[in-house]
């Protein structure tokens, strides 16, 4: 895996520039370096033959965690019941993929992570329950009632739904998050990538996998 520097240097790419600019991401390149991941790490894509088999497919590309107070995660839930509604599709007919990098970053957490770093506060992320800033994922919430127990992540996981993480988002933020609580980057990247939710995909890149979903057939829309 290249060094932090070179991460950061193509920030933009990974799509976290954004992220990149609250105040838990200001520590200094030049710290611990990166884990040690081999660059030929080998990458299971064979879910993307899964998608490209069914019927109606579309990949989301994830870039926020709030529409107007409302979580993104209603997107895909209002598109697999459009599809049933107007093509009487089954859910084995559909594919959505939902595309996470730095942005989104959070979404993917386990309560761990959340409760542990300040992911709530650096992505102005509030929970309900408390009336301040989350530690807790909202978005994997089992409590939920309403139509908003519908779109939680594992909600969505059962209807078929294939949630990733950018490995390159993943990489360059547990190293500023390393920097700014003081541990190592090897460390704090291990834990992150334990902490994922189960099911979500570890990716190699956003960008990529994003070309890679529309070359198997999938219709793209950004939220």
């Known amino acids: 895996m290249p060094d932090r520097r070179q991460f950061l240097g193509t920030l933009a790419v990974a799509g976290v520039a954004t992220v990149a600019k609250t105040s838990i991401l200001n520590a200094s390149p030049s710290g611990p370096q990166p884990p040690a991941v081999p660059s030929q790490q080998k990458w299971d894509l064979r879910w993307l033959e899964d998608v490209k088999a069914k019927q109606h497919k579309q990949v989301f590309d994830m870039g926020v965690t709030d529409v107007n107070g409302v979580s993104p995660l209603h ?47 650096k992505w102005k992320v509030m929970d309900a329950s408390t009336s301040a800033a989350a530690k807790r994922n909202v978005y994997a919430d089992p409590a939920a009632t309403g139509m908003a127990a519908q779109w939680t992540v594992t909600a969505l996981q059962k209807r078929g739904v294939i949630f990733w993480m950018c490995n390159n988002a993943l990489t360059i933020i547990s190293g500023m998050m390393a920097d700014a609580s003081k541990q190592t980057h090897d460390a704090v990247y291990n834990e992150f990538k334990a902490g994922l939710l189960a099911g979500v995909k570890l990716v190699p890149s956003h960008t990529m996998m994003l070309t890679a979903c529309q070359e198997h057939g999938c219709a793209y829309q950004r939220v």
């Open 75 to 121: 997107f895909p839930f209002f598109w697999l019941n459009a599809q049933h509604e107007v093509y009487g599709s089954t859910e084995a007919q559909l594919g959505a993929v939902i595309g996470i990098a730095g942005n989104a970053f959070p979404i993917n957490f386990q309560d761990a992570i959340w409760a542990k770093y300040p992911l709530g506060e």
